[in-house]
C-alpha cells in the first residue's frame, strides 16, 4: 500500500469518527439525555394520554366518533370526563345523546 493510500484511509477513517461523534453530541437520543438531567419532570402517562384523547374525541366533527368515545369513557368509568360528556346531551344527533347519557350514569354507578 502506498503512503498516499494509507493517508487517504486513514484520512476517511477519522473523518467518519469525527463526524459519529459530532453527530451523537448534537443529536443525543432521548435516553442518553435522560440519563445526564438533574431535574424531575412529570409526564402524562399513558392511561391519562389515552383519556385526554377520548375526551378530546367528545368534540369531533363526525357524530360516529362523538358516539365511540362517550361509550368508551362510560366503559372505562372515568370520573374526570363527566363535565365532559354534559355538552352531549343537547348534540344534535340522538345516539350521541343517548351515548352521553349512559356515560354519564355508568361514570356515576359505585364499581
Known amino acids: 500500500m502506498t503512503p498516499l493510500a494509507v493517508f487517504i484511509r486513514t484520512l476517511m477513517k477519522t473523518s467518519a469518527i469525527f463526524i459519529g461523534a459530532t ?32 375526551r378530546s374525541a367528545l368534540t369531533d366533527q363526525d357524530p360516529t366518533v362523538r358516539t365511540q368515545a362517550a361509550w368508551a369513557l362510560g366503559a372505562i368509568g372515568d370520573s374526570s370526563a363527566s363535565q365532559a360528556l354534559l355538552p352531549l346531551l343537547k348534540d344534535a344527533d340522538v345516539r350521541v345523546r343517548r351515548l352521553a347519557a349512559w356515560a354519564i350514569a355508568a361514570i356515576g354507578r359505585e364499581p
Do not use: F, K, N, Y
Open 23 to 54: 453527530w451523537i453530541v448534537l443529536h443525543p437520543s432521548l435516553d442518553w439525555s435522560a440519563s445526564r438531567t438533574t431535574s424531575v419532570t412529570a409526564e402524562q402517562g399513558q392511561r391519562e394520554a389515552a383519556l385526554a384523547g377520548l
